[in-house]
Structures are given as C-alpha cells and as structure tokens.
C-alpha cells in the first residue's frame, strides 16, 4: 500500500478558544496515523481569516512548539469558503499528496480521518465526511438543512446529501478545483462536477468544543441563496413559469368578465383589483430580486477581485 503525505487545512475565525484542543487532537492523530504506517508525513495548516482575537498568536505559538503546525495569516476576514480555498490552493501547489479539509471547532469526528486516508491509499480522489444524523442540531436546522439538500438537488446541483467541508481530495483534484476562476465559492457544491472517484466516509457531528458559531440564521440562509444561485439558472426558468401561468390565468378572468359585461352583468371590483394588483406587485418585485441576485453575481465575477492577500506565514 502506498503511504501519503497529508495536509489537514484548518480556517479559523476567532477560535483562540479552540486551537489548542484542536492542535492536541490533530497532532495526536497525525502521530498515530505516521507509527501505522498510513500516512508518511501529517501536517496541519491553519488559515486564519482575518481574526479579531488571539487567534495569530496563539498559531504562531503552536508552531513554534510543535513543528507539525504550520500558519498562513489572511490580511482581512474574506469568509470560510474563501479562507479555505486559501489553504486548498497552498496544498494544491505544495508537496502534499493529499488534503482534508475540516473546522476548527472539533464538531466533525477526526476519527474517521484514517479511513479517508485509506480510502486515498486505495486511489480514491475525493472522500466525503458525511453526517449519520443530525442529533445535536435543533428541529429547526435539521429540516431547512434537509430542505435545502432538496432544493438544491432540484435545482440541477449535484450535492451530497449532510456532507459539510469535512473531506479529503487528493491533489490532482486539488489541482482541478484551483482551476475555477468563480468568485462566488460554494466548495461542496463544485468538488462533486470535478468528477473523480469518491467514496463517503460517516460520523456523527458533535457539539462545538467551545467558543460560539459563525453561521448565524441569516448568514445561512444567504448562504443557502447563495449555493443555489451560483449553481443553477433554473430559478430564472421558473420566473417564466409563474410569468406564463399569470397571463394565462388573467386571459381566463379577462374572457368571463367581457362575457358577463355583455350580458349587463358589472362586478363592483375594489376589493378584488386591489388585492391582484398586489399581489401581482409583490411577484414582479420577486422576480426582479432574483434577476438582481444573478446580476449581482456576474458583476461580482467580472470584477476579477483577489480572493485574499496572504500578511505572514508561519513554518511553511
Ligand atoms: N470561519 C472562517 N471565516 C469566517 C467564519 C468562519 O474561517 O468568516 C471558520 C470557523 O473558524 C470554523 C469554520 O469556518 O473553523 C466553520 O464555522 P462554524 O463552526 O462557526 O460554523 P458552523 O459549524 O456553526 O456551521
Ligand atoms: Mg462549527
């Protein structure tokens, strides 16, 4: 069996309460999976999207004790996809066979990292985390989050059911995913259209280890409307429908009301205007937003922005 050389890249944002939790376990695990002869060299690559606390220092104090641990310091916060990508195309162009992405806060199992190692020892490029159940979420999550994996399977995405950021890709599909040039990053939804073979590993999500989490409400359904936006034009397709379904459901009123005014019948209307007009209103106010989101999206994209600027590095 070949062995690898493993990266495991860490965003992190203020997670100054986690990192030496993190760095135990993870250096652990690297440990063991070297002395069983699964990997032949683990390290750890923390990215820190522009943190407010003590999240540098603590990095840089981490590498300095431990050898294992290497830092790359982002000049502002540009967001998890973003600040993973940061770490994903330092793997894609570095020495490592393979790279498996997980958050800082421990909620996903390392326990099953050497399976997804195994998985990549047997040339397997791609080996998703994915979640059994969703125990410690609140009723609520679970189902927009099953909601979601729906919609967006609907809507022409090829998305894997409960997986979140937790996998491994080997580099050659690192190398694969660097090459999309898309600004707007939905990384779970771009790794499954780069095709190579995958497996799925399974685990139960635990509760965060400490400190709080970064995705509140509305930040997930942003990036829900985000997901869904950056994968499919159906929603423009559907703003069709409905506009086709109105006509024809108007043309239908238009018909019976000239025929009853031709036999001196007259509707007294008020109520019944102002309640289309409304409502007709608010659909043509919907549409429009859901164009904007894609105008948006493509004057984001034309712009060619930088993703991130890297401030300091550490023992890379
Ligand atoms: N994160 C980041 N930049 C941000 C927000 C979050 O790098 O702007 C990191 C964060 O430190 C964590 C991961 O992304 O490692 C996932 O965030 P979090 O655990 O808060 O999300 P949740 O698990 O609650 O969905
Ligand atoms: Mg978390």
Same mark, same amino acid.
């Given at each position: 069996?070949?062995?690898?050389?493993?990266?495991?890249?860490? &965003?992190?944002?203020?997670?100054?309460?986690?990192?030496?939790?993190?760095?135990?376990?993870?250096?652990?695990?690297?440990?063991?999976?070297?002395?069983?002869?699964?990997?032949?060299?683990?390290?750890?690559?923390?990215?820190?999207?522009?943190?407010?606390?003590?999240?540098? &220092?603590?990095?840089?104090?981490?590498?300095?004790?431990? &050898?294992?641990?290497?830092?790359?310091?982002?000049?502002?916060?540009?967001? #998890?996809?973003?600040?993973?990508?940061?770490?994903?195309?330092?793997?894609?162009? /570095?020495?490592?066979?393979?790279?498996?992405?997980?958050?800082?806060?421990?909620?996903?199992?390392?326990?099953?990292?050497?399976?997804?190692?195994?998985?990549?020892?047997?040339?397997?490029?791609?080996?998703?985390?994915?979640?059994?159940?969703?125990?410690?979420?609140?009723?609520?999550?679970? #189902?927009?989050?099953?909601?979601?994996?729906?919609?967006?399977?609907?809507?022409?995405?090829?998305?894997?059911?409960?997986?979140?950021?937790?996998?491994?890709? /080997?580099?050659?599909?690192?190398?694969?995913?660097?090459?999309?040039?898309?600004?707007?990053?939905?990384?779970?939804?771009?790794?499954?259209?780069?095709?190579? &073979?995958?497996?799925?590993?399974?685990?139960?999500?635990?509760?965060?280890?400490?400190?709080?989490?970064?995705?509140?409400?509305?930040?997930?359904?942003?990036?829900?409307?985000?997901?869904?936006?950056?994968?499919?034009?159906?929603?423009?397709?559907? =703003?069709?429908?409905?506009?086709?379904?109105?006509?024809?459901? /108007?043309?239908?009123?238009?018909?019976?009301?000239?025929?009853?005014?031709?036999?001196?019948?007259?509707?007294?209307?008020?109520? /019944?205007?102002?309640?289309?007009?409304?409502?007709?209103?608010?659909?043509?106010?919907?549409? =429009?937003?859901? =164009?904007?989101?894609?105008?948006?999206?493509?004057?984001?994209?034309?712009? #060619?922005?930088?993703?991130?600027? =890297?401030?300091?590095?550490?023992?890379?």
């Amino acid at each position: 069996m070949n062995t690898i050389k493993l990266v495991i890249v860490v &965003p992190c944002y203020n997670e100054e309460e986690v990192l030496k939790e993190t760095t135990r376990q993870l250096s652990g695990l690297l440990a063991l999976m070297e002395n069983e002869g699964r990997i032949e060299d683990g390290r750890i690559l923390y990215v820190d999207d522009g943190s407010k606390d003590a999240t540098w &220092p603590l990095i840089e104090q981490l590498a300095g004790a431990n &050898p294992c641990v290497m830092g790359l310091k982002l000049a502002h916060n540009v967001g #998890h996809q973003q600040a993973l990508w940061a770490g994903l195309e330092w793997a894609a162009d /570095s020495r490592y066979d393979a790279a498996v992405s997980i958050d800082a806060d421990l909620q996903d199992d390392i326990n099953v990292i050497p399976e997804m190692v195994d998985d990549c020892n047997k040339g397997i490029d791609i080996v998703y985390g994915v979640r059994k159940e969703r125990k410690t979420d609140t009723f609520f999550k679970r #189902h927009t989050a099953q909601l979601f994996y729906k919609l967006m399977r609907t809507m022409g995405g090829d998305i894997v059911y409960n997986h979140a950021d937790f996998r491994l890709m /080997s580099r050659r599909t690192l190398q694969a995913l660097v090459s999309y040039p898309e600004r707007n990053l939905f990384l779970r939804g771009i790794v499954p259209t780069l095709g190579y &073979p995958s497996a799925s590993v399974y685990y139960d999500r635990k509760e965060r280890f400490a400190g709080e989490s970064k995705y509140p409400l509305t930040k997930m359904l942003n990036f829900a409307l985000d997901g869904i936006t950056s994968f499919s034009v159906k929603p423009l397709r559907l =703003i069709t429908t409905a506009g086709l379904v109105f006509m024809l459901a /108007s043309v239908i009123a238009i018909i019976y009301a000239l025929s009853a005014f031709a036999s001196g019948q007259v509707f007294p209307g008020w109520t /019944s205007l102002l309640i289309s007009v409304w409502f007709i209103g608010g659909a043509i106010l919907t549409a =429009i937003g859901v =164009i904007g989101e894609y105008v948006g999206k493509i004057y984001k994209e034309v712009k #060619h922005r930088p993703r991130y600027f =890297i401030e300091k590095e550490v023992n890379l």
